[in-house]
């Protein structure tokens, strides 16, 4: 994350004694920085996409071998989500006090050696079990955490202010397209290679491999902050963003709201699989096309988001985005005759892809609120404390998961799709309770 103080307004172009900027072609698409970023951030979430979902099937399945068997998606979101929660602000310290580009190419190494893990922990399933498999997960989700605020922060050092609306543009798209390629790939790799899951993770590494190549012609940045020293305020929330969030009670429900959207995101993220493998008796890979049919619709969400948007804050998508995820989660939720469920595979996917475009529609104008309304001076802290909050919800959704699926188990085995009616139930105070007023950019 870069360093913001009252001088310093991250739209400007970067410069280093009259050096640094020099070396910024005047044109985005002649940037070998642009392509290297951009390519590193792809197959960065390419990968965390194709193990996560490896992982997370491997743990539903756990639930298809006994009565009492455990499903440890709720386990694996935990476990992935606590290094971001417990070091997102040593993690951001370092981005600011060493420089990015080598934060980042150290960050990417860690990867190979965390995929390499990952081939061992499935090798020798029978003796590690699930928690060879954890351990790697909470690795990557350290990794992912140093990775997270130097891919970030080093935008605004390595390009013109005028070019960092697209930029954010193009690491929003490509992250959607990992997301749905990663899924879908991790389900086709299930599939094909039953028991060998070794190998598929194989490709794992050969995916971090090329990731840490594509950040070769990323243009060394200097230090932000090299004579900051780390305390323990840089470990929890500062003071003085504290303050703000005290203050200024329009962040803090925006905040509050983002963070009670990612809960909801997280629960929705293992009862689709859950719904897919216990309830529908899917395919691995057909299972993984209904996690791909999401994020196709928060792609398209998004843009559309944007598009409607035009200069202002618009805060009636942020309802109409509320309400129209309630209405398709009461769809994926009504059981029915085809294995329990209404829908089913066929008529699940459309539904899931509008969910993906509502949740679209509702989380743009929320961050670009935060984005637009913190004080100059405080917006990178801002951001930072968003993208904390939102993972200690992503942390959370974990153990609530957990608690739903022991209840169906203890209701009679119920519906698997009767978790989309809890997640309902979570949403439904956002949708009643959040109806901010739209407001203009500034320009």
Request: net charge neutral; proline share 5%.
């Given at each position: ?21 020099e070396t910024i072609p005047d044109r985005l ?148 397209l990992a997301i749905i390629f990663g899924t ?260």
């Open positions: 994350m870069p360093s913001m103080d009252a001088k310093t307004n991250p739209y400007e172009t970067p410069q280093e004694g009259g050096q640094l900027s698409s002649g940037d070998p920085s642009f392509w290297a970023t951009t390519s590193t951030q792809f197959f960065g979430a390419f990968n965390d996409n194709i193990f996560k979902q490896l992982l997370l099937l491997v743990a539903v399945n756990q639930a298809l071998q006994g009565k009492d068997a455990t499903d440890y998606q709720g386990l694996a979101m935990v476990v992935f989500a606590a290094p971001f929660v417990l070091f997102a602000g040593p993690t951001g310290f370092l981005a600011d006090k060493f420089s990015k580009t080598h934060i980042i190419v150290i960050s990417k190494v860690m990867e190979i050696v965390a995929m390499a893990m990952g081939v061992i922990a499935f090798f020798w399933y029978d003796q590690f079990g699930m928690t060879g498999l954890m351990v790697v997960l909470a690795f990557m989700g350290f990794q992912s955490t140093l990775f997270a605020p130097a891919k970030y922060g080093i935008l605004p050092e390595l390009f013109h202010g005028r070019d960092l609306p697209k930029v954010n543009g193009v690491f929003l798209m490509t992250t959607f879908v790939l991790a389900g086709f790799l299930s599939d094909w290679l039953p028991g060998n899951l070794w190998m598929a993770s194989l490709v794992c590494v050969g995916v971090a491999i090329v990731g840490t190549l594509t950040t070769i012609p990323i243009r060394r940045t200097p230090p932000a902050t090299p004579e900051a020293r780390f305390t323990l305020q840089a470990a929890g929330i500062p003071k003085k963003t504290l303050r703000l969030f005290m203050q200024d009670h329009s962040i803090l429900k925006a905040l509050l709201a983002s963070c009670m959207f990612w809960l909801c995101a997280g629960i929705v993220q293992q009862g689709v699989n859950s719904l897919g493998k216990v309830q529908l008796e899917l395919s691995d890979a057909q299972t993984s096309w209904l996690g791909g049919a999401i994020g196709l619709g928060i792609g398209i969400g998004c843009m559309l988001a944007g598009v409607l948007s035009s200069g202002k804050i618009e805060f009636r998508l942020v309802q109409i985005g509320a309400w129209g995820i309630l209405f398709c989660l009461g769809l994926m939720a009504t059981p029915g005759s085809n294995h329990g469920h209404m829908l089913g595979l066929w008529g699940s996917l459309p539904v899931l892809i509008l969910l993906g475009i509502f949740t679209g529609m509702f989380s743009v104008p929320i961050q670009v609120y935060l984005q637009a309304k913190a004080p100059e001076d405080q917006k990178g802290q801002v951001i930072a404390e968003m993208s904390r909050a939102n993972w200690l919800a992503i942390f959370l959704s974990g153990l609530l998961y957990s608690v739903f699926d022991r209840i169906l188990i203890a209701g009679g085995d119920l519906p698997r799709c009767y978790l989309f009616g809890f997640t309902m139930l979570i949403m439904l105070p956002v949708a009643i309770l959040y109806h901010p007023h739209s407001e203009a950019l500034n320009d």
